[in-house]
């Protein structure tokens, strides 16, 4: 299997066709329209990736050209599947093949998502109550999260008001990955 990218190794849409005799694997070889690269299987859409991350490895790709036409299909992406329109044309699309139906290589379901529930309605002494214990713990999970994330590597004595009792306590543990941001412009 082979990719063609232009001359200057830009990664264009590819045209993708089914190997017939082993067909998890994809047969890339022309540019094509956006949305064909999307009309696949799981074990093709992994099997692309698999091949860009060996090209990449090979040196064959531009890494940060690469990770900028990620992260630019990521933005488009995310605008489509947040506009009003888009959504209500799919959902107008889905209500004609049913609740539950296949279409391509995907299986839909129409269901209520994001559903929201508003408490302050209920006028209960009860919850009120709660929330504000709630929200006073809360306020106080976070301020010793702060003071303890101030705590010197060496730790700190604290000296309990109450009994008296010294406890050393120490900064969290801090784990993080390094990874590039893109900010598109």
């Not at 990719?3 to 190997?19: A, E, K, Q, W």
């Not at 694997?25 to 540019?31: D, E, G, S, W």
């Not at 709660?130 to 929200?135: F, G, Q």
């Not at 705590?151 to 309990?160: F, K, R, S, T």
């Amino acid at each position: 299997m082979s990719f063609y990218f232009d001359d200057d190794g830009y990664f264009g849409m590819p045209r993708i066709s089914v190997n017939r005799t082993e067909p998890y694997k994809l047969q890339i070889n022309k540019p094509m329209e956006l949305q064909q690269i999307f009309e696949t299987t799981k074990e093709q859409r992994t099997e692309f990736t698999y091949q860009l991350i060996e090209r990449l490895n090979a040196g064959e790709l531009d890494p940060l050209k690469t990770h900028l036409q990620v992260k630019a299909l990521e933005d488009m992406l995310e605008t489509l599947k947040a506009n009003k329109d888009y959504k209500d044309a799919v959902l107008q699309a889905a209500v004609l093949n049913g609740k539950d139906f296949e279409y391509m290589s995907a299986k839909f379901n129409i269901r209520e998502v994001g559903v929201k529930y508003d408490y302050s309605k209920c006028e209960s002494p009860q919850y009120e109550e709660i929330m504000a214990e709630y929200n006073s713990a809360a306020k106080a999970k976070k301020d010793m999260e702060e003071f303890l994330k101030k705590v010197p590597h060496q730790g700190l004595d604290i000296i309990n008001g109450v009994t008296g009792e010294v406890t050393k306590v120490y900064p969290p543990a801090k784990s993080s990955t390094t990874s590039v941001a893109v900010s598109l412009k």
